[in-house]
């Protein structure tokens, strides 16, 4: 595999898993998707499913016990009350349901052309090196399982009907898998769809929202509105106060963020009072990329203004706190420098910035700006708080 990448062979990749026998037998079909694809491949689920099952591999779907599904649909329940496997399946049945999360991302291939995947994850796993009962632990081979790709050349600019033609695709073997089922191992289960994650792009495209990061506009014309969820970005509807109050009416008569439904949210069984939900909201663009990337670069930026490390130019500040933060990285294990998580080098400064403003605060208790300090530590908690440093 080495060699391969080195020589810029990595095409041939696939071959040396197969005459090596590492190939999983999982059949493909053709499926029609207009007419710049009308004999598109994807790896069908009930095929996927059923090639687990011969290779004695379930265990990478069926990731938890029937005591835990049922204990998930029942802590589920106050949520989504209205989600119809509440109504079509008994309570011994639920335990037999498997949660799962769709997942898309617009990415990128080897020659730097766009891509979309499809891919479906079970939401219980073995955990993530911070927290359990995730699904982040592992190579994501065994715990993302792809549906089909498609070149963006393909869907761009006036055919994005071929996009959308291949999630009808998809979202009718879920369907199908939600509400029929598939035997398994003897027992009949249940794939049932609570969600789609990915990056905002994707969910933008699939979910044919109309509301969303691109709209943010200010002045004169329509304001539709920023988000999918609520009225964040309408006239007169500030999307930056976050007070309980202003949240709240933001919430209040939101409407359905689209024109015309996408097959995701016309075909997938889902309750019908939350249907803009089960496109949920991108943390990683979001917060590491984004909200917690700013709170970094401006604590490291307030730490050199004030002269709190020591004095002299900029890159000589900078020089100081990267080899502090180097050593820190180093004393608490933690990875720096994108390794294979772009935005790890964000939880790893968020972190390091916390214990640093800690002692910066400890050190200069009668510094007059102390309580903009104070501002920044806590903004920086908020940002370690755990669950979000899962990523």
């Given amino acids: 595999m080495s060699r391969l990448h080195h020589t810029g062979h990595e095409a041939r990749l696939f071959s040396a898993f197969d005459n090596a026998g590492l190939v999983a037998q999982v059949p493909t079909v053709f499926v029609d998707c207009g007419p710049d694809a009308n004999a598109h ?101 065994t715990s993302r399982f792809l549906y089909s790709v498609m070149a963006a050349r393909v869907y761009s600019k006036s055919k994005s009907e071929t996009l959308l033609n291949l999630t009808e695709h998809f979202a009718n073997e879920l369907a199908s898998l939600c509400a029929d089922g598939i035997v398994l191992g003897g027992r009949c289960y249940w794939l049932i769809p609570i969600g789609m994650k990915g990056d905002w792009p994707a969910l933008c495209k699939l979910g044919q929202l109309t509301r969303h ?43 359905v963020p689209w024109t015309t439904p996408s097959p995701f949210t016309r075909i997938i069984p889902q309750d019908p009072d939350k249907k803009p939900e089960f496109y949920r909201v991108d943390l990683f663009h979001t917060l590491h990329k984004g ?20 004095e002299g130019s900029v890159p000589v500040k900078l020089g100081v706190i990267f080899e502090d933060l180097q050593k820190y990285c180093y004393d608490q294990s933690l990875q720096l420098h994108m390794s294979w998580f772009k935005g790890a080098d964000t939880t790893s400064l968020c972190l390091y910035l916390e214990s640093k403003y800690l002692t910066l605060i400890a050190d200069n208790p009668e510094h007059e700006h102390k309580g903009y300090f104070c501002n920044i530590l806590e903004t920086l908690k908020a940002a370690n708080v755990p669950g979000f440093d899962v990523f």
Wanted: proline share 5%.
């Fill in 41 to 141: 491949p994807v790896l069908p689920l009930r095929g996927f499913l059923k090639c687990l099952e011969a290779s004695n591999k379930l265990n990478l779907v069926l990731t938890a016990s029937p005591a835990t599904y049922a204990e998930f649909w029942d802590k589920y329940r106050p949520h989504r009350p209205k989600h119809p496997c509440f109504t079509l399946r008994t309570d011994q049945e639920l335990a037999a349901c498997v949660p799962i999360l769709l997942h898309a991302d617009e990415g990128q291939t080897l020659k730097k052309k766009q891509l979309m995947i499809l891919q479906f994850q079970p939401l219980f796993g073995a955990g993530s090196s911070r927290a359990s009962g995730l699904n982040y632990t592992g190579s994501s081979l």
């Fill in 213 to 255: 990061f691109l709209r943010n506009k200010s002045g004169e014309g329509k304001m539709v509105g920023i988000c999918h969820m609520c009225k964040a970005g309408q006239r007169d509807q500030a999307w930056h106060i976050t007070d309980e109050q202003h949240m709240d009416t933001l919430h209040q008569d939101a409407g």
């Fill in 291 to 310: 909200v917690f990337g700013d709170v970094a670069a401006n604590a490291v930026v307030n730490v050199m203004d004030f002269d709190l490390m020591g």
